[in-house]
């Protein structure tokens, strides 16, 4: 492949025949499962939004359960997305604030005590988010922590290992409270629980084992994020969700996904991963997004790091000795 024909144009597709072939396949995994319907926790984000109307299409919008799930560092703007949304595709739509139980079970508590290891003067009244540093340059990754004062100062440090794992540990509880709520309303209904990852994100472990990393079925994991951009502009989404941009909406500060955990913003993203996957050498990369030949190496690197790093994250629960009463037909790697 010369380097010209490296872009965007990789990502086309049959977005018509795509369609059919995913609602056949949330139909007939239901079934196999003996579900009757889809939960699908919502954000107003891309992902959410494209997997939601791909269930409404798929099982009828009777049949879908739509689920906002906000606590208190979640941006504002989330909420009505996913209201436009679920409004748009005449969907149930449920709202839960979950604020109340991370408080109960310590996850802001134990956040907030990480972060004054670093910031002794931090209060609840600051905000903070974790950004990711030195992959990307060849370095090993390393984490610093933003926060920003009341009166809009920000402040900026690297953040110790034992800090990290314990904030990382702490907001995680956002994600598996999320999922706890949706498989009670599919266990209440007899509906299966729908994933929302993109392609990069389930091939580079960015999720939550146990929290937005569970689910019954996971319908637009093969499909870059450029792709489900594009479909859910031919699905005719409102463009108001078309036009977002993707964030984690996990911290209390506006957070970037490429901040907290990717090289590169997400269509360069989607690209490197699209040529790696492709045996693209790391030369035309590098030619077609901008960057110079070795950080586009460095790229393909931090990409084969990433893979052998979580997989854990994708592994599900390990038999010491195999129960050959018990076997599937198909392995599911993620929990």
């Known amino acids: 492949m010369d380097s010209g024909a490296l872009g965007p144009a990789v990502f086309d597709i049959d977005y018509d025949q795509e369609i059919e072939r995913i609602c056949h396949g949330l139909l007939e995994t239901s079934k196999e499962f003996r579900r009757r319907g ?17 269930c409404a299409r798929a099982f009828g919008t009777g049949k879908v359960l739509a689920l906002l799930l906000p606590e208190q560092d979640s941006s504002s703007c989330s909420s009505s997305l996913g ?19 991370l408080e109960a079970i310590g996850c802001y508590r134990m956040r907030d005590e990480a972060i004054r290891t670093v910031f002794p003067d931090y209060t609840p009244e600051w905000k903070s988010k974790i950004v990711i540093s030195g992959g990307a340059k060849g ?13 809009g100062e920000l402040l900026e440090r690297r953040l110790p290992h034992k800090a990290y794992l314990q904030i990382v540990a702490a907001t995680n509880f956002k994600q ?21 990852p993109n392609r990069v994100e389930y091939d580079q472990g960015f999720f939550v084992k146990n929290g937005d ?52 913003p997400y269509a360069e993203m989607d690209l490197a991963l699209w040529a790696h996957n492709h045996g693209i050498p790391a030369a035309q990369l590098a030619e077609a997004i901008g960057i110079d030949v070795e950080q586009a190496g460095m790229v393909y690197a931090d990409i084969e ?6 997989t854990y994250m994708h592994s599900g629960p390990r038999l010491l000795e195999t129960v050959s009463e018990i076997l599937t037909e198909r392995q599911e790697g993620s929990p």
């Open 38 to 54: 889809a939960v699908v926790a919502i954000s107003g984000g891309i992902d959410s939004s494209v997997t939601a109307a791909l």
């Open 83 to 101: 209201q436009l949304l679920a409004d748009h595709l005449g969907l149930q739509c449920l709202t839960v604030d979950i604020s109340p139980t």
């Open 139 to 151: 370095g090993f990754h390393y984490f610093r922590l933003v926060v920003q004062r009341p009166d």
């Open 176 to 196: 598996r409270i999320r999922k706890t709520i949706e498989y009670f309303h599919a266990d209440r209904l007899n509906y299966c629980v729908i994933g929302t």
């Open 213 to 264: 990393g569970s689910a019954d079925i996971k319908p637009i994991a093969h499909l870059y994020k450029t792709q489900i951009y594009a479909l859910a502009r031919h699905m005719g989404l409102p463009e108001e969700i078309c036009s977002t941009t993707p964030t984690t909406d996990t911290y209390s500060l506006d957070q970037g996904q490429d901040e907290f955990y990717y090289s590169l």
């Open 305 to 310: 790091a990433k893979r052998r790093a979580t």
